[in-house]
């Protein structure tokens, strides 16, 4: 079964400040997909990166950077020069390929709440 | 570009009755799924709908029913609520059911059972 852990529940950090969000997942599928989502007190999701599991390469968009490694299970999540704006609710999830690809489920993280202090 | 549009915002209903929630997914996007989301967890899958039909559920009882519309929109309906229904309720929506695809969320539906 897949499962997702964000060990961290609560971060506070004061702005400028450089955080790391971690993640590790397990699954028994040799092909799936890592996601991470925000969501701000509105309640909506926003799309952060997604990630199959052939792509080891670390991606950096702006002040966010994604470090996946399939050695430790882990898709961690790093914010460099934090800003008060940073300040929400952040899910890692993961989705397994299952059989044609089809396996469409995401399973969620229970959330890392990350302030961000001016 | 529109993105996922959901309705109401938020409701009150009281244990016992029953609700429906509506999605329109992002222009383009034809596959729907559901998540509840329980306060300080992480949203979990309820079934997912592609082609007007429900492909994939998750560990919810059958008083969750949903509906997918030519036009690729959905209903989840809740029947027989509980308190612990309460809950944010988020819809998602993709191009296709292929489980890569980049998934896009509404705002959610928040639902109060008293």
């Known amino acids: 079964a897949q499962k997702v852990t964000q060990a961290q529940t609560e971060i506070s950090v004061v702005e400028k400040e450089d955080v790391t969000l971690d993640c590790v997942y397990e699954?028994?599928?040799?092909?799936?997909?890592l996601f991470w989502y925000k969501q701000p007190p509105s309640g909506e999701l926003v799309f952060l990166i997604r990630r199959n599991s052939f792509d080891e390469q670390n991606e950096i968009s702006g002040r966010y950077s994604w470090n996946f490694q399939k050695s430790t299970s882990s898709f961690n999540f790093t914010i460099t020069a934090s800003q008060v704006v940073d300040s929400a609710v952040y899910f890692c999830?993961?989705?397994?390929?299952?059989?044609?690809?089809?396996?469409?489920?995401?399973?969620f993280g229970k959330g890392t709440l990350l302030t961000v202090n001016p | 570009d529109a993105g996922v549009t959901q309705s109401p915002t938020h409701l009150i209903k009281t244990r016992g009755q029953q609700v429906t929630l509506r999605c329109s997914p992002k222009?383009?996007?034809?596959?729907v799924s559901w998540y509840q989301q329980a306060l300080g967890q992480g949203p979990q899958f309820i079934f997912q709908y592609y082609e007007e039909e429900e492909r994939q559920r998750g560990n919810f009882p059958d008083r969750f029913s949903g509906h997918q519309f030519p036009n690729y929109s959905s209903e989840l309906n809740v029947n027989a609520l509980l308190l612990g229904d309460s809950a944010l309720y988020l819809c998602a929506s993709s191009l296709g059911s292929y489980s890569g695809n980049t998934i896009y969320f509404g705002e959610g539906s928040w639902l109060t059972v008293v």
């Open positions: 222009s383009g996007h034809d596959t």
């Open positions: 699954t028994r599928d040799t092909t799936y997909y």
């Open positions: 999830a993961l989705s397994e390929a299952g059989s044609g690809g089809s396996n469409y489920k995401l399973t």
